[in-house]
């Protein structure tokens, strides 16, 4: 038969120089060339183990960065599964120098070296903004809700102070039953061995006790309606598969060439408090304000839009969400014109609104309620209102800025460039999520859950920018860029 022979396994085939071993085009080594860079140039900050001549010797920092970042760009997440890599990847041996940290070490750095992961996160994205990859004009921010590293039980109050109140019966039954045995001495072995089983059980519902108590202090403190058992500071939210515990990512992506240059976890369930906060986070960590922010409705907060656009030069392309009885007098042909020189409101059937009550607060908005006395024979009154009182309506008193907003907004050249956000900022959620797997965090706790963000969003990054730029000259740039944190 005519078959392409494999070579004879006893035949030496490894080059005699390790250097060879990875193509000069690999992305090992841009992930090398930038962690060295980065440790030589700052090495306060890349300070772990490594202070005591006794013991064992740590390894160092550069090692464990090249590790995890690799890692992370090429989709494996887990330790125990990096450690393998050490072992039996030719880039990883090549990347480390047969340096095979074990999976303990690796899990240990990772939990313990947020500021040193998030400086090189960001300092990556800076490199990106003064080498024109990251221009800055235009960012595009979205939120996506994954999945904590914990199961769906969560405690709610009620669910805690039914369990403690069963705990506390049970607990009554048990002690009764230990007080009936030892007020008789003349019991058989067998009766004291029940004795010391029940003794066993109250001391395991006791411990559940103290932990279920401590569970209801910290849902108290929060202010939360539901607590996770295994990962506390992730919030109880409503995402694709059901309610579950998770965080809210929020990702602002340059226009350009489509990098992150912001990765935030947050517990907010709704994006609409987060546009300040965003685009307040980019400026901090890249030095920038962009000319415009894009983003859907989610984050139509005109409070925050308004702050903006008035104390910045950045314009907003947010579309703004429609409240549900605008949408039915909408749907049922009923309009309110606002009247400028008596301060009321017309309907659809020419009845006046007047001003009812000024300064109603709800959340962070203030509106004045507007009423109609005059609904009773009127033809559309089944379909305004059900209330027996008159049609009242509740406005903004920034409404007429919000209506020229709407306006400006509803233009075909802005819907054009909100209709286009999507193109821009689904595709690194959708990258980064097919690079978690099932499992979205390993992680628990927000500040650790942000250790993986950084690593995602700059193992993305890299992607993007190896596949936009010729890799000889990738390596120049970044041997000559300066990364010392300022």
């Given at each position: 038969m005519h078959y392409k022979k494999p070579k004879n396994r006893n035949e030496l085939l490894l080059y005699p120089n390790i250097d060879l071993w990875v193509d000069q085009d690999n992305p090992a080594r841009l992930i090398d060339l930038i962690v060295e860079k980065f440790v030589d140039e700052n090495p306060t900050k890349s300070s772990w183990g490594g202070h005591s001549d006794q013991g064992c010797t740590s390894y160092s920092p550069s090692t464990m960065l090249k590790l995890l970042i690799y890692c992370y760009f090429n989709w494996i997440s887990g330790s125990r599964r990096m450690e393998n890599e050490t072992y039996r990847n030719i880039e990883v041996i090549w990347l480390l120098g047969e340096l095979k940290p074990d999976h303990w070490t690796i899990c240990k750095f990772r939990r313990e070296n947020k500021g040193l992961i998030s400086s090189v996160a960001i300092e990556f994205r800076k490199f990106l903004i003064k080498s024109g990859y990251i221009e800055g004009k235009s960012i595009v921010f979205d939120g996506s809700k994954m999945k904590a590293y914990a199961g769906r039980d969560v405690y709610s109050e009620k669910r805690l102070k039914s369990r403690i109140e069963n705990i506390e019966q049970t607990l009554e039954k048990y002690l009764d039953n230990v007080e009936e045995t030892d007020e008789l001495e003349d019991r058989l072995e067998q009766e004291s061995n029940d004795k010391d089983d029940l003794k066993k059980k109250i001391k395991k519902l006791e411990d559940e006790k103290d932990k279920l108590e401590e569970f209801k202090k910290q849902l108290k403190e929060s202010g939360k309606r539901y607590l996770s058992p295994t990962d506390p500071d992730a919030n109880l939210m409503k995402c694709r598969d059901g309610k579950m515990p998770?965080?809210?990512?929020?990702?602002?992506?340059?226009?350009?060439?489509?990098?992150?240059?912001?990765?935030?976890?947050?517990?907010?369930?709704?994006?609409?408090?987060?546009?300040?906060?965003?685009?307040?986070?980019?400026?901090?960590?890249?030095?920038?304000?962009?000319?415009?922010?894009?983003?859907?409705?989610?984050?139509?907060?005109?409070?925050?839009?308004?702050?903006?656009?008035?104390?910045?030069?950045?314009?907003?392309?947010?579309?703004?969400?429609?409240?549900?009885?605008?949408?039915?007098?909408?749907?049922?042909?009923?309009?309110?014109?606002?009247?400028?020189?008596?301060?009321?409101?017309?309907?659809?059937?020419?009845?006046?609104?007047?001003?009812?009550?000024?300064?109603?607060?709800?959340?962070?908005?203030?509106?004045?309620?507007?009423?109609?006395?005059?609904?009773?024979?009127?033809?559309?009154?089944?379909?305004?209102?059900?209330?027996?009182?008159?049609?009242?309506?509740?406005?903004?008193?920034?409404?007429?800025?919000?209506?020229?907003?709407?306006?400006?907004?509803?233009?075909?050249?802005?819907?054009?460039?909100v209709k286009h956000r999507k193109t821009i900022v689904e595709h690194p959620f959708g990258t980064i999520k097919i690079m978690m797997g099932k499992f979205c965090f390993l992680l628990r706790k927000k500040h650790k859950v942000q250790i993986e963000v950084d690593l995602y969003s700059t193992a993305y990054n890299l992607k993007r920018l190896i596949n936009i730029e010729n890799m000889e000259f990738l390596l120049q740039k970044v041997g000559k860029y300066n990364w010392k944190i300022a």
């Open positions: 998770c965080y809210n990512v929020q990702t602002g992506v340059d226009v350009k060439h489509h990098m992150i240059a912001l990765a935030e976890v947050t517990t907010d369930e709704c994006d609409i408090n987060l546009l300040k906060p965003d685009l307040k986070r980019l400026t901090e960590q890249l030095g920038f304000t962009p000319d415009e922010i894009e983003a859907d409705k989610g984050y139509g907060n005109i409070t925050q839009i308004r702050e903006i656009q008035e104390t910045s030069d950045t314009t907003c392309y947010i579309p703004m969400q429609e409240p549900p009885t605008k949408k039915q007098d909408r749907e049922n042909g009923i309009e309110f014109i606002y009247n400028t020189d008596n301060d009321t409101f017309t309907c659809s059937n020419n009845k006046i609104l007047q001003i009812h009550s000024r300064d109603y607060k709800q959340e962070d908005q203030t509106y004045n309620i507007y009423k109609c006395h005059d609904c009773i024979g009127c033809p559309i009154k089944e379909k305004c209102t059900k209330s027996k009182t008159g049609r009242a309506i509740k406005v903004n008193v920034n409404h007429e800025w919000i209506d020229n907003y709407r306006e400006w907004i509803g233009k075909m050249e802005n819907m054009e460039k």
